[in-house]
């Protein structure tokens, strides 16, 4: 079962933004830099907020983050998530990308359990017609050894 329902609203890629859903769709997370000046940025935009250059590259990062922000929402905002509060939304840092921040939530934790400061990894949840980053706290074990052990069992 999704985090949240896959009937809420969403809105199409554009241009900008394309290539970081079909990344998703791969299982690859990727940020948008600048190929003049090397700055970091997300969400993706058309130009760089630090030298205003229109050249940009994705990067791949492996996922690992913090959380620097949380909040747990307790009113559904939209009629198909009334079933699902309490849930969270983070706000996770990733030092491996400049520190930029992406807005998601946390799965696999209690209320009780989230923490500004929790180490987290992304993970992919794939619905229909998108494919979505979601983080969990990371594990002592690597990731990689993870998805190796769960697809041989």
Do not use: K
């Amino acid at each position: 079962m999704p985090y949240l329902p896959a009937e809420l609203p969403r809105l199409p890629p554009g241009r900008d933004d394309l290539a970081w859903w079909e990344a998703l769709r791969r299982h690859e997370l990727v940020v948008q830099r600048c190929a003049a000046c090397g700055a970091w940025r997300h969400p993706p935009a058309p130009l760089c907020a630090r030298c205003h250059a229109t050249v940009c590259r994705w990067e791949r990062v492996g996922g690992h983050g913090r959380v620097f922000s949380y909040t747990w929402v307790h009113h559904p905002s939209h009629p198909a998530l009334a079933g699902r509060v309490p849930y969270n939304v983070a706000l996770v840092e990733l030092p491996e990308a400049g520190g930029v921040r992406l807005v998601s939530n946390v799965i696999e934790v209690s209320p009780g359990e989230l923490h500004v400061g929790l180490a987290v990894e992304v993970v992919f949840e794939d619905l229909e017609d998108v494919t979505l980053p979601r983080f969990r706290p990371a594990s002592p074990e690597p990731l990689s050894a993870r998805r190796a052990r769960d697809s041989a069992g």
